[in-house]
T-cell receptor, first 112, second 113 residues
């Protein structure tokens, strides 16, 4: 069964550093998402991406965040200058049309 | 208005029992209501979903009950098994499932053997 993959599985970085989280969505999917989950809390929407542009974003997704689909397979989330409060599990998800959002296994980001 | 409120926060059930998790929403634009199951260290996985044109949907041991007038929906797990022990999230999105999901706060279910 096709699945969403994410790399790395864990990332440790120093505050103020840039990080790039990578996702490979399911191949024929059209919509792509990033969500985050702070430890022990609920999953929160960050951004959705369709047709090579952002379609929705939340208040969390400020100027420090950006997304990109650099080629036909990868979907990336960049955090320009990480803060302690960016420590969380980051999930990528993808969907074909009006169907299930499939989530990847996540990247655990720890900002020191 | 965007919130989805979920209860209880944690639930302990004996093997073979019924697990019931409840969610409520305010935003009447929500029209897609999935339930996700999450095991530790894994991403959320869709369990079952419903749209407001039906009041109930059943898939195996899992049933969603939906009350549009009360803006509430619930997950029932029949014959709960220890393998069902996980965190369950309700969610909602407006105008179809391609829109952003708003998640509830999660329910940690423990099924005792």
């Amino acid at each position: 069964e096709p699945e969403v993959t994410q790399t790395p599985s864990h990332q440790v970085t120093q505050m103020g550093q840039e990080v790039i989280l990578r996702c490979v969505p399911i191949s024929n999917h059209l919509y792509f998402y990033w969500y985050r989950q702070i430890l022990g809390q609920k999953v929160e929407f960050l951004v959705s991406f369709y047709n090579n542009e952002i379609s929705e974003k939340s208040e969390i997704f400020d100027d420090q965040f950006s997304v990109e689909r650099p080629d036909g397979s990868n979907f990336t989330l960049k955090i320009r200058s990480t803060k302690l409060e960016d420590s969380a599990m980051y999930f990528c998800a993808s969907i074909w049309l009006q169907e299930t959002q499939y989530f990847g296994p996540g990247t655990r980001l720890l900002v020191l | 208005q965007q919130q989805v409120k979920q209860s209880p926060q944690s639930l302990i059930v004996q093997k073979g029992g019924i697990s019931i998790i409840n969610c409520a929403y305010e935003n009447t634009a929500f029209d897609y209501f999935p339930w996700y199951q999450q095991f530790p260290g894994k991403g959320p996985a869709l369990l079952i979903a419903i749209r407001p044109d039906v009041s109930e949907k059943k898939e195996g041991r899992f049933t969603i009950s939906f009350n549009k007038s009360a803006k509430q929906f619930s997950l029932h797990i029949m014959d709960s098994q220890p393998g069902d022990s996980a965190t369950y999230f309700c969610a909602a999105s407006p105008s179809g499932s391609a829109r952003q999901l708003t998640f509830g706060s999660g329910t940690q279910l423990t099924v005792l053997p």
